[in-house]
Every structure is written in C-alpha cells, then in structure tokens.
C-alpha cells in the first residue's frame, strides 16, 4: 500500500531538551498520528483495567529466516503454504497497519543470483500477503566475520536488486527506508541519499538498533538522520526504532528509553528483538523485573515501586508474570507518550523526580551538537 507522510507540528523546547514531531501517516483509507511505543503483545484488551483504553493502530510483524529455509520454501509448495499459514499469517493482525521485517540471515556473503532469490522470495510471498499494508526492505544478517564496509556494501547492492525485483512485477508501492544496525555512520548519508533518490522524499525510517538502549548510542544515529534530512530540505518523514531496549539493565531506578527516545524527534518505538541465548539458571539469576511508573518516567525494582500493588493486582489477570509485566509497562508507557503528545513541557514539568528530566537535558545537549555539525559533503 502507498502512504505518505505529513508534519503536523514541530516542537523544541530549549530549557527541557524536548524536541517533538507531530507526524502523521496518511493510508488510503486512513491517517495515524505516529507517536507511540508498538508493544509485543496485544495491549488493548488489558488497557482499560490499567486505567486507559489504549489504541495501537500498528503491528510490527517480526519474522527470521535462513537463506536455507527460503530456498526450501522456493522448491517445495507444502513448505511454501507452511510458512504462510504458521509463520506469517499469525503474526499480521486483522484491521491493524501490519509492517513485516523480515530478518535474512546468510552464512557467508551472497551472490547476485541468491540476492535475488531473497528478493524475489519476500516480494512474492510477504509482500504479496492482502495483510501487509507497509513494505519493508528485508534486513540481510550476515557472518561477523564480513566487514563492517562490506556489510553496507553488500545491503546497498540488495536494495538495487530488490528495486528490480519491485520493477519487474511492476509494483508501484512506496517502501520504507530500512537502516541495518551494521550501517555506519559515514555510510549513512550515503544510504538516505540513495533511498531519497529510488523511493522519494516521504520517509518511514526504520533504524534497526539490534537490542541497544537509546541513550547508549542509538541517539547519534538518529541526530545524524535529522541532520541529513535537514540538509536535504526534507521534513515528511518519521523515524522508527527497530529492536529497541527500553530500560537500562540495573539495580535502581532507571528512565525509560522508549520515552527518551520519543521526546528526541522519534515517532515509534518497536520492541527489543535481539536474542542473546542463555542457561535458563542464568536467566532466572539475572531476571530483575521492574515496573515502570508514570508519575516520574523512571522504571523500579519489583520490590520498591511505588506503583507495585497495582501492578501485582493486574498481573492476577493473566497466566504468565513475564508476559503480564511487559505489558503492564508498555500501557503505561503509552499513557505517557499520549500526554507527552498533547504537552510535553506541561508532562515534564509534573514529574515528581528529576532523574528523567535530567537524563534528556543531557541526551538533548549532544542531539544539538551533532544537528549543528556539517556534513562532509556540505563542503564539497
């Protein structure tokens, strides 16, 4: 499905650090404003016994593969009609705007002929799909031991074999700018300017940060982003964190990145998707489990939040405690980005602890610093 991409508002307040962009994706039979966390799972129905009736027009439909598995698909329809019914299908979700990535992982650097076998493998089967509303150019995971240039390189060439694949079924759907965690930042301007070029100046700019927290590094890249588009006199686009960690792995209180993030000119936040395999003792020994808390933006201990009754009476409403604290935390978190929405400097000034406020000042001040400087290319 096409879309475009409207701003509606711009904010940046100097004395928080906030800089909010109201932003709007418009589909042919509706528009959303973009200003949310996409949750893992289905929030609505727990919302109101939360205190909110929360709407997520969005559905982020994650799905790996091998180049194995899609070369068995491409030679045996009963694998073909499996993974459809099992692996895609289930995952987009009736009257939602469903946005697939698919995450390709190649056991060595491919060739032309097995790019296009990708390419063609995703437009065919998941682009095709009558759920898919937005498309999205696959993430190639390649071996660690490929270079960093290499590994931009070679995504670099897949999009150009992707764009023919897109030609040769004479597809006139309007893609998303997808940027792989291993892009670097003296590629990245280059990648944007090649996406500006083949897919046009409205943008959803999904910035895969594979598992890190916002203000561990992914906001240089997304300050880079704001100054490219700058630089390129572009102000329809929207920019979307793929596989992000929203809270910093502690003992104490901690801000919550998700928000840090929103309230630094990004429009949605998707869940972490990065696996890291582990014993399950070590997963027990390093579990904390921490509630988020609206009053302040900061996530808690268990055993210390000062919401806890609360959150222990909704997690009564389900059978898995995991399950039932990720989504406690992400209807809070949403109430929160809503009120942000609608007055971020009115929102921060009641918080009752200063620790997020503080954690954005300092985010803000390298987000302006980097805004200000020159591109390279400026020069040339």
Same mark, same amino acid.
């Given at each position: ?126 682009? *095709?799909?009558? +759920?898919?509303?937005?498309? /999205? =150019?696959?993430? %190639? &995971? ?7 240039? !290499? ?19 004479? *597809?006139?759907? +309007?893609?998303?700018?997808? /940027? =792989?965690?291993? %892009? &670097? ?7 944007? !300017? ?27 890249? /997304? ?158």
């Amino acid at each position: 499905m096409n879309f475009s991409i409207k701003l509606r508002d711009l904010l940046e307040d100097e004395k928080t650090g906030a800089l909010v962009r109201a932003v709007d994706l418009l589909l042919a039979d509706r528009s959303i404003a973009l200003y949310m966390k996409i949750p893992r799972h289905d929030i609505e129905r727990f919302s109101l016994i939360a205190g909110a009736s929360i709407n997520i027009p969005i559905n982020e439909a994650y799905i790996r593969l091998t180049y194995e598995e899609i070369n068995k698909i491409d030679h045996d329809n009963g694998e073909k009609l499996r993974f459809i019914n099992r692996r895609l299908r289930p995952k987009l979700r009736k009257d939602k705007v469903n946005i697939p990535i698919v995450d390709v992982t190649v056991d060595r650097k491919p060739d032309v002929k097995e790019m296009e076998q990708i390419s063609q493998f995703v437009v065919d089967v998941v682009y *095709s799909h009558p +759920r898919t509303t937005l498309l /999205v =150019p696959p993430k %190639i &995971t390649l071996p660690g031991e490929v270079s960093a240039s !290499e590994k931009c390189d070679i995504f670099q060439a897949f999009l150009k074999v992707l764009s023919r694949t897109l030609e040769t079924r004479q *597809s006139s759907a +309007r893609l998303g700018y997808f /940027v =792989p965690d291993y %892009i &670097t930042r003296t590629a990245l301007p280059k990648l944007i !300017e090649y996406y500006v070029s083949d897919l046009g100046k409205d943008a959803l700019i999904i910035l895969d940060v594979n598992g890190s927290r916002f203000s561990a590094g992914p906001y240089s890249d /997304v300050s880079l982003i704001h100054r490219e588009m700058s630089e390129n006199k572009i102000e329809t686009y929207a920019i979307y964190l793929f596989s992000h960690k929203g809270r910093k792995r502690s003992g104490k209180e901690v801000p919550s990145e998700d928000l840090l993030a929103l309230l630094n000119g990004v429009n949605l936040v998707g869940p972490n998707r990065r696996v890291i395999p582990l014993p399950r003792n070590v997963v027990e020994t390093r579990r904390i489990n921490k509630i988020f808390n609206e009053r302040d933006f900061l996530f808690y201990p268990e055993d210390r939040a000062p919401n806890a009754e609360e959150y222990q009476n909704f997690c009564a409403l389900g059978k898995r405690k995991d399950e039932m604290l990720d989504i406690f935390n992400d209807i809070k978190v949403n109430i929160s980005a809503v009120s942000l929405f609608k007055g971020p400097v009115e929102t921060l000034s009641a918080l009752k602890r200063p620790e997020f406020c503080d954690a954005l000042k300092s985010i803000a001040k390298k987000r302006r610093d980097i805004i200000r400087q020159k591109s390279l290319t400026s020069f040339l």
